[in-house]
């Protein structure tokens, strides 16, 4: 779908789309039109239960001497609450209410009332990104839609007087969402398509935007030591992979070290040994979502010349039951030396971001450390789907990811880390075992699990199990792969790391 902008002017064709605040107040352009058809708007709210509130919208036919087919009212609500968030949900909204209507084209009126606090370019670049996120649609494999089960919405042209300013603004923006449609393509492709070696060429694509782009085979992996991650992979006939994305758009910075993400990439779980329950496994598929925001993040930074140094790191293995494969019990050596009982395989995932994490600190010496990852189910439990859990050794940290996930509204939930907990991984055969014991805090075990291979470096760990896909649309986020964590990121870099 193509955004675009232009001054204000009634179109020759498509929807007008025209926005309304609280109490059915009417902006500008909404008056202009509501004059021009004799009242026809006001009428028209008067009849239904639209109210100006904001996302709501109501329809109308255009009237008889106006060249388009449609009017639609957008509801802004109040003026006090109208912010970037808010625009973006409003940008969402109008594709979401056309994509399917038969118009191919929409043009909308962007006015921002007095005590709104944003200017008017940038207003129309949020609706604009808010409705290039909402465009998204992952439907190469769906040969037989009918006709009226596919969007024709194919332009939304955005109306304002600054049209070159909001151009600009946008640009950037528009990167950010090349990385979240690339990381949701990712999560969303089946498992027979990405596979640790597909995922990694995958990766390889992003060299044309100036990331430098290496990977690890598994002959590389054994020479370094990476054996909590070969012992996931040994079960599979994909080999692994170690993908190292580096952006270096800070060269003269006094501070070179990198931010430095790391990302959990099971490309599939089925639990290996310790295998899953039959229901639901499909959704597996979806294991690698950590990688795929590390991915899409990098992306992003390179995208829109983020003026950062930046290295993400994805340790990318399928996760399967074979005879080759790991088994409760086994012992491995991790790439720091320190050793690991292995007492359940479908506790993989930080085994993974283990040999990952440590190498990142031990060769980059970065200024901090985040890792994402679908890590566990007890977050679920936890959190449900509205906040991805948050642990930190380190305060500040913990304060940046959180604003920054506020800013974005993608909403992190602090948890804690403490001694107590990190006891229940020790065991008498090894340094530790992959899982806690029992049931209880089994995200917050895993959290210090991790916490063991980040020495002293400022270093979070965001849970995304919950908030990695999505079953129901919103706004700005379709049903499937919602790619929860690039823009928290990007924006984290943003507000706190470019300079």
């Known amino acids: 779908m193509k955004f675009s902008f232009a001054k204000p002017a009634l179109p020759k064709a498509g929807t007008i789309v025209v926005t309304v605040l609280a109490e ?53 609500g109040k003026a006090e609450d109208i912010a ?49 996120l909402r465009s998204y649609r992952f439907d190469k494999y769906r040969t037989k839609d009918k006709k009226d089960a596919k969007p024709s ?21 528009d990167k950010v969402a090349d990385g979240v449609l690339f990381a949701r393509d990712l999560v969303s492709e089946p498992a027979n398509v990405i596979y640790p070696e597909t995922l990694a060429d995958k990766c390889k694509e992003l060299a044309a935007l100036g990331l430098e782009v290496e990977v690890f085979d598994q002959k590389k992996l054994r020479k370094l030591g990476m054996n909590a991650l070969l012992g996931v992979a040994q079960g599979s006939a994909h ?35 310790s295998i899953k329950p039959a229901a639901g496994m499909e959704e597996m598929k979806w294991d690698m979502a950590g990688s795929a925001v590390v991915i899409g993040t990098m992306m992003a930074l390179a995208g829109r010349k983020a003026k950062v140094n930046a290295v993400g790191v994805v340790g990318l293995v399928e996760n399967m039951p074979s005879g080759t494969a790991q088994r409760p019990g086994d012992i491995v050596a991790s790439l720091s030396g320190q050793t690991i009982e292995i007492v359940n395989t479908d506790a993989e995932g930080r085994l993974v971001l283990a040999d990952c994490l440590w190498y990142t600190q031990d060769l980059y010496k970065p200024r901090l450390m985040v890792d994402v990852a679908t890590l566990t189910g007890a977050i679920i439990i936890a959190l449900g789907h509205e906040h991805a859990g948050l642990f930190a050794n380190d305060d500040a940290l913990a304060e940046a990811l959180t ?5 974005v509204g993608e ?19 090894a340094d530790m075992k992959n899982t806690g014991g029992g049931r209880g805090a089994g995200s917050i075990t895993a959290a210090q699990f991790l916490k063991r291979f980040v020495n002293d470096v400022p270093w979070a760990h965001l849970d995304i199990a919950g908030t990695a896909w999505s079953k129901k649309d919103t706004s700005t986020v379709p049903k499937g792969g919602t790619a929860f964590g690039v823009r928290l990121l990007d924006r984290f870099v943003a507000d706190f790391h470019e300079g």
């Open 403 to 407: 604003g920054a996930g506020k800013a």
């Open 153 to 173: 919405l194919k332009k939304v042209c955005l109306l304002t007087d600054e049209a070159e300013a909001a151009k600009r603004a946008f640009g950037k923006l």
């Open 84 to 132: 970037p968030l808010t625009l973006q949900s409003a940008g969402g909204t109008v594709v979401a209410a056309l994509e399917k209507s038969g118009e191919t084209e929409a043009h909308l009126f962007v006015e921002v009332p007095e005590g709104a606090g944003i200017k008017p370019a940038e207003a129309a670049a949020e609706m604009a990104f808010g409705g290039r």
């Open 411 to 429: 909403p992190l939930w602090r948890l804690p880390l403490a001694d107590a907990y990190d006891k229940d991984i020790n065991t008498d055969a």
């Open 239 to 273: 080999e692994p992979r170690v993908v190292i994305l580096r952006w270096n758009g800070a060269p003269d910075a006094q501070d070179k070290r990198p931010v430095a993400f790391i990302g959990k990439g099971v490309t599939f779980d089925s639990g290996g040994i």
């Open 24 to 76: 059915r107040t009417l902006g500008r352009a909404a008056r202009e039109l509501d004059q021009k058809s004799g009242g026809m708007l006001t009428r028209a709210m008067e009849a239904s239960r639209f109210t100006g509130k904001k996302d709501e919208t109501l329809a109308v036919l255009a009237p008889a001497n106006l060249d388009a087919g449609r009017v639609l009212l957008l509801g802004l």
